[in-house]
T-cell receptor
Framework: GDSVTQMEGPVTLSEEAFLTINCTYT??????LFWYVQYPGEGLQLLLK?????DKGSNKGFEATYRKETTSFHLEKGSVQVSDSAVYFC???????????FGAGTRLFVKA | EAGVTQFPSHSVIEKGQTVTLRCDPI?????LYWYRRVMGKEIKFLLH????????ESGMPNNRFLAERTGGTYSTLKVQPAELEDSGVYFC????????????FGPGTRLTVT
């Protein structure tokens, strides 16, 4: 079945460091890919998405590129801030689907 | 516009007791979903309503879980009787349509079974 694998955390970085959170997926067909973020005490928020191969999703300085050849959707940010501390979830939804398949989440701590 | 709301935010119950979680979707969203995250693992799909009808309940773990959406508005998820392994965070989400439509998530209900 469809699945998402993302790097285990926690990831601890200093402010202004470069962030990469790896995500790979297994799916039939052509899924849409997502990154969700959960800030402390809040619900899940959609951070960015990409719906087809080579698309790049971006938001709030975060980017991820849909790589079909490597079945990956790695999240990157050039310079993290303390306010980026949160749990990040990689996810997919298959074409015409309604069920979102999530990875286990990666907790990010950013130190001042 | 109000987002998806869930009640309670946190519930602590003893094994064998019953708990009912509530989700109020965004107004006008016919699609409502329940997910849960257990023990820091991945968030897993439980079921999907379209209006008051269950479209897919393949993710429901067993018959101790009962979800309803009477009238196609808010939904409840009842766990009876609760077991230790039911502890986790239960998320509700809603969307206007299916497929590429964004699912908006609520803050979750943290359930602790002792």
């Amino acid at each position: 079945g469809d699945s998402v694998t993302q790097m285990e955390g926690p990831v601890t970085l200093s402010e202004e460091a470069f962030l990469t959170i790896n995500c790979t997926y297994t799916a039939t067909g052509y899924p849409s890919l997502f990154w969700y973020v959960q800030y402390p005490g809040e619900g899940l928020q959609l951070l960015l998405k990409a719906t087809k191969a080579d698309d790049k999703g971006s938001n709030k300085g975060f980017e991820a590129t849909y790589r079909k050849e490597t079945t990956s959707f790695h999240l990157e940010k050039g310079s993290v801030q303390v306010s980026d501390s949160a749990v990040y979830f990689c996810a997919l939804m298959n074409t015409g689907g309604f069920k979102t398949i999530f990875g286990a989440g990666t907790r990010l701590f950013v130190k001042a | 516009e109000a987002g998806v709301t869930q009640f309670p935010s946190h519930s602590v119950i003893e094994k064998g007791q019953t708990v009912t979680l509530r989700c109020d979707p965004i107004s006008g969203h016919d699609n409502l979903y329940w997910y849960r995250r257990v023990m820091g693992k991945e968030i897993k799909f439980l079921l999907h309503f379209v209006k008051e009808s269950k479209q897919d309940e393949s993710g429901m773990p067993n018959n101790r879980f009962l979800a309803e959406r009477t009238g196609g508005t808010y939904s409840t998820l009842k766990v009876q009787p609760a077991e230790l392994e039911d502890s986790g965070v239960y998320f509700c989400a809603s969307s206007v349509g299916q497929g590429s439509y964004e699912q908006y998530f609520g803050p979750g209900t943290r359930l602790t079974v002792t």
